[in-house]
């Protein structure tokens, strides 16, 4: 009777499954399809998604090529990387693209090359550890019931089939004999930066098939403690007797027998790692893990801005350097889109092979919102403009790395008069993009305005911000509604950010399914192109990098969105508005707001500026303003402009641009033993102290 009973149980069960599985299939489906009749009636779908495919391409497992800028300074890391692809590439002819169906399941994250070789190896890894992932997204989908119910982290445990698990052979072939044995070795030398997350589609099928595992094994418990009551009596008897031992504290056998325990053995040498916490299965990866598993050193430190903010200046050290490069990233992001391109293809990675110690900023505005007040209201931290990021940020963090150097650089030094004499034995380039190239040069201007060095020797802005004007439809739009909504926006939304984790948890793994769902991630890669004003650049596969995730998702405060406004609608470069004549007194002075453009003739160094030629968010006659005013002010600057979008001078793989850039960086010459005092500013306002506002 039992086996006739769990005959039965296991015919249901498993046509549940199939009807479940196969209806979220076709729902899945469905929505594709609707996504792709929607897609082919929008207009303008074309250019804005040329190109940015080569994020969702299959992994090769050919190494990259080394660009010119790295055939003569890479680092030996590198080179044997470089090598060891290249010659396990001709050695063996075996065609590693025979799980493209795998490929197509699990596209990779907008990373490098050689960072999709490093997944698609890590994924065949997946087949000999499935059980792990499929515990951490049962995790994931049971947390609600975990809180409602308080449901024993044991039923998980108990619910999975760890019986048709496969585990790792002893006899597994050598190197040479087995290209699976290769790709995995490659693996660990290349990357571990491997994309974790599952999609809400993915989660929602492990959690149907878990509901309907424990269901029936509710059921087939229920059915057999009815048709075998001796058994039944006698497991609640032993479970007495466990109570009871335990409250003597005396030990059963039976309770302990009973206890999970974890066995050593040939096949399987490390025990199981307990887990209290539940994983969400998302890629909370930090700009630290990508540097670290690519075999680079890495240093965090701590900056504290002088209104308290609380800042991550991260580093790629080489501490003897005397060439340093300080990169700053733009709007909406973080250091991590300086390392997102893997090995060859990002800017940091490349300036620290040609023998730069290189330092990676971070603006304030992350969800984290650190301050040295721990008490600090939203509102309260939010309540910045762009004129904090060029006053308050980076100064601080500028005069960090002038610390360290001169720290680290101070046993080089035989003179003991030069330190007092402002010697700065390192030079000092800058890299920066969009929000980044404005808050760098409000810092230049405002440190040669008050009589104080800003120690930089050159600055790279990537299509910089400031200027506004020359803008698509969408963004004048957006402009009038701002200003006549912002009297009532601005009392109730101190910022533009995503306030709780599970909504920053959910949108970074709707990013996942926009990868699995090609016409649903067009459709949203084209409607996002169209509110940035048909930007070309890849948002959809921008929103799956790790920095966008629950813990430090970047927000944009309501101040830097009325300040980009500001700027848009006066035509100028100019500092915040703050919205009267006596509190713009106040701070700057005078009645109006500092016109950084009229101020170009203090930047006495050499500036590279760089437009993008598909660049819908700041188009190149913006950047080509900037340039105008500098050559009219004597300033030595140079102009190029390049076929990219936006998003392209940071999360992109562009050799062409990381050639120009590295070109830029070697103009700089070597430290002089002597460096001048800043010149006084005559004829300028010396008095100019900008104010946080708060």
């Not at 059915?223 to 008897?237: E, K, M, N, Q, R």
């Amino acid at each position: 009777m039992q086996r006739a009973v769990d005959t039965v149980l296991a015919v249901t069960k498993e046509s549940v499954k199939t009807f479940t599985y196969e209806s979220l299939h076709n729902i899945v489906r469905l929505i594709n399809g609707v996504s792709a009749l929607l897609l082919s009636i929008l207009p303008g779908k074309a250019s804005i998604l040329e190109g940015i495919h080569g994020w969702e391409l299959r992994p090769t497992f050919r190494g990259p090529r080394l660009p010119r800028w790295m055939e003569n300074g890479v680092s030996s890391f590198n080179q044997f990387i470089h090598e060891f692809s290249v010659d396990s590439d001709t050695s063996s002819s075996v065609d590693y693209s025979s799980d493209g169906e795998d490929c197509d399941i699990y596209p990779p994250s907008p990373l490098s090359q050689s960072s999709r070789f490093s997944r698609e190896s890590s994924f065949t890894k997946q087949n000999r550890s499935w059980i792990w992932w499929i515990g951490c997204i049962i995790s994931w989908a049971l947390f609600p019931v975990k809180l409602l119910f308080a449901l024993p982290l044991y039923i998980i445990n108990s619910a999975l089939p760890s019986s048709n698990a496969p585990r790792s052979s002893g006899n597994n072939p050598s190197v040479a004999q087995s290209p699976r044995r290769l790709q995995s070795l490659k693996d660990h030398f290349v990357q571990r930066a491997t994309d974790r997350r599952h999609g809400v589609v993915e989660d929602l099928h492990l959690a149907i098939e878990f509901s309907i595992e424990s269901a029936f094994d509710y059921v087939h418990k229920v059915a057999h403690s009815i048709l075998s009551p001796a058994d039944t009596l006698g497991s609640v008897c032993r479970w007495f007797l466990s109570k009871l031992s335990f409250q003597n504290d005396i030990p059963s056998e039976d309770f302990v027998s009973s206890c999970p325990t974890t066995v050593l053995s040939d096949k399987d040498p490390a025990p199981s790692e307990r887990k209290s916490s539940f994983n969400l299965n998302t890629d909370a990866r930090t700009c630290q893990d990508v540097i670290t598993e690519l075999g680079y050193p890495y240093e965090a430190i701590r900056v504290v801005t002088t209104d308290g903010y609380v800042l991550l200046l991260e580093r790629i050290p080489r501490r003897d350097s005397r060439k340093v490069v300080y990169l700053q990233h733009g709007i909406l992001d973080s250091s991590m889109g300086w390392v997102s391109n893997g090995v060859v293809g990002s800017p940091a990675f490349a300036a620290y092979d040609q023998g730069y110690d290189v330092f990676l900023g971070n603006l304030r505005g992350l969800v984290s919102r650190e301050h040295i007040d721990k008490n600090i209201s939203s509102r309260q931290y939010w309540n910045y403009s762009i004129n904090e990021h060029g006053t308050q940020d980076i100064p601080a963090m500028v005069e960090k790395i002038h610390d360290i150097k001169i720290s680290e650089l101070k046993s080089n030094q035989s003179d003991p008069e030069e330190e007092s004499n402002n010697d700065q034995p390192y030079k000092l380039c800058a890299i920066c993009h969009s929000l980044g190239g404005a808050a760098i040069l409000i810092y230049a201007i405002t440190r040669r305005i008050e009589e104080k060095p800003h120690r930089l020797s050159r600055m790279i802005l990537l299509s910089p911000a400031g200027f506004h004007h020359d803008s698509t439809v969408v963004f004048t739009v957006s402009e009038f509604l701002f200003f006549l909504l912002a009297p009532l926006l601005a009392p109730i939304l101190p910022a533009f950010y995503i306030p709780t984790r599970f909504f920053r948890m959910l949108l970074n793994k709707l990013a996942r399914d926009f990868h699995n769902l090609p016409a649903v991630g067009g459709l949203v890669q084209t409607l996002m192109s169209y509110v940035v004003g048909g930007d070309s650049s890849n948002w959809v596969g921008v929103l799956g990098l790790p920095h966008y995730n629950m813990n430090d998702m970047p927000g944009v405060a309501f101040r830097v969105a009325l300040h980009l406004a500001q700027m848009k609608r006066s035509k100028k470069f100019a500092m915040f508005d703050y919205g009267s004549p006596a509190a713009n007194m106040e701070v700057y002075g005078s009645p109006e707001p500092l016109d950084l453009g009229e101020y170009y003739s203090l930047i006495d160094i050499p500036v590279d500026l760089v437009a993008g030629r598909k660049d819908r968010v700041i188009k190149p006659s913006m950047v080509r303003n900037h340039y105008k005013l500098m050559k009219d002010a004597g300033v030595e600057v140079s102009f190029s402009e390049f076929e990219y979008a936006h998003l392209d001078f940071t999360f992109s793989h562009c050799e062409e641009l990381l050639s120009y850039v590295m070109s830029r960086l070697l103009l700089v010459g070597p430290p002089s033993k002597q460096m001048q005092r800043p010149k006084s500013v005559k004829g300028k306002r010396k008095d100019l102290q900008v104010k946080t506002g708060k």
